[in-house]
């Protein structure tokens, strides 16, 4: 039995490359997308698994009893509730709004504790102290502790610093640093407190169990009795909603599907639904449009001579048929005379208007604006020409038709 025998041939045969091509993509498509877990993700979501991923971190705080949640609404709804008890790790956080930045100013100043790390976490943070870093060492760093306070006690400590910190301020409390640069600092700010790292290192999955560096997680989140811990998502460039869980390659590849399927739909109506009847000629253009394309050619090219020579002799060609000469090639300086001698009335400044558009037509930069000049002056002189030869012409009539009526 053939499949979907109800169906023309030509029908099913372009259903059946539909359906080829949709599997073809989808394949593809789970192929070559990228994987989020993969060691080069730099980025040190609670989500990832990878090397830099910060899903142990995070699931070792669950299991340790800690009240943890990943954050990925707007940050302003969590300063709208925040308070003493409130804890929220920024780990490599990447924003420069300024909503954003107001977030966490106002949930320090309502009593919570914030870690961040890397530049932009500090960018974020009120103060704005960090910096880059004088020296790119992309190798691991053992850090030196420094000051007395119960952060720079926790022991071994291996960071890879992305920033530093601007000293000066002594408000601002050193607790570790790489080869004399700030890598850990902690400061007040209002009601609430900020523990600053260089980078996220020490919480990344591929270093969380070298030396302390769980034990510096611990210390900067603080108690863990009486608050509630945030995990930050919404300033990794993704703000998570209830549609979000409908994104991804699955609506991709819905939105792959349907385009296909109006395609297809497309192919199969219209190949039988052609026009039935020739289309109507297209109208043809106006004068004034020819002109204005005619003179939009001349322009691009560069023609203004081109435009006077054809007003030129156009001119002469008229003026030597009335004064009776047609064929006759002449300058300008013997057409002047010829024009004075048939038209003694003429207007005075003819031999002057005609030796300036003969010199005009030698001129290989002519301005359009004095092209367009001439060709008026031409067509003014052609003009009261042809007046003059009218009034010529109906005063013989008249002197003509005198004798007959003294005749009769």
């Known amino acids: 039995m053939t499949f979907l025998s109800s169906l023309d041939a030509k029908d099913r045969k372009l259903l059946l490359w539909g359906l080829g091509l949709g599997i073809a993509l989808a394949v593809a498509t789970g192929f070559l997308l990228p994987n989020g877990n993969s060691n080069d993700n730099p980025l040190p979501s609670s989500y990832l698994a990878g090397q830099h991923g910060a899903r142990a971190a995070y699931e070792t705080l669950l299991r340790s009893g800690y009240p943890l949640e990943r954050w990925e609404r707007p940050l302003t709804e969590l300063a709208a509730t925040a308070g003493p008890q409130t804890v929220v790790i920024f780990a490599q956080p990447f924003s420069r709004e300024p909503d954003d930045i107001k977030a966490v100013r106002q949930i ?20 704005e102290a960090s910096d880059s870093p004088r020296e790119f060492n992309f190798a691991a760093c053992k850090l030196d502790p420094e000051g007395l306070n119960a952060l720079a006690g ?121 026009p039935v009847r020739e289309p109507l000629p297209a109208a043809r ?36 048929r009335l004064c009776g000469l047609r064929g006759s090639k002449m300058d300008a300086a013997a057409l002047a005379a010829v024009i004075r001698r048939r038209f003694p009335t003429a207007d005075a400044a003819l031999e002057a208007d005609l030796a300036s558009c003969e010199a005009a037509l030698w001129s290989d930069n002519l301005n359009p604006k004095q092209a367009l000049k001439l060709v008026q002056l031409l067509y003014r002189h052609r003009r009261q020409l042809a007046e003059a030869s009218s009034a010529g012409a109906a005063a013989n009539q008249a002197i003509q038709s005198k004798p007959h009526e003294r005749a009769s």
């Not at 560069?302 to 008229?318: D, H, K, M």
């Open 108 to 127: 320090v100043e309502r009593g919570g504790r914030v870690l961040s790390t890397g530049f932009w976490g500090g960018f974020i943070l009120p103060g």
């Open 285 to 320: 253009a106006t004068p004034i449009e020819f002109i204005e394309a005619l003179g939009s050619l001349y322009r691009k090219a560069g023609a203004s001579s081109t435009a006077l020579s054809i007003a030129w002799e156009r001119f002469r060609r008229y003026s030597l």
């Open 154 to 274: 926790t022991g071994e400590v291996w960071m890879v610093p992305e920033a530093t910190w601007q000293v000066g301020n002594p408000a601002h409390r050193v607790d570790f640093n790489c080869a004399g640069n700030p890598t850990v600092v902690e400061y007040d700010w209002g009601k609430g407190h900020i523990v600053w790292w260089a980078s996220s290192t020490p919480l990344e999955n591929g270093s969380l169990s070298r030396a302390h560096n769980l034990d510096l997680l611990l210390n900067s989140l603080g108690p863990r009795d009486g608050h509630q811990f945030y995990w930050d998502e919404s300033l990794h460039g993704e703000i998570r909603s209830t549609w979000s869980y409908a994104s991804g390659p699955s609506l991709t590849l819905l939105w792959v599907g349907m385009l296909g399927m109006v395609v297809l739909i497309v192919l199969s109506f219209s190949r039988r639904s052609g």
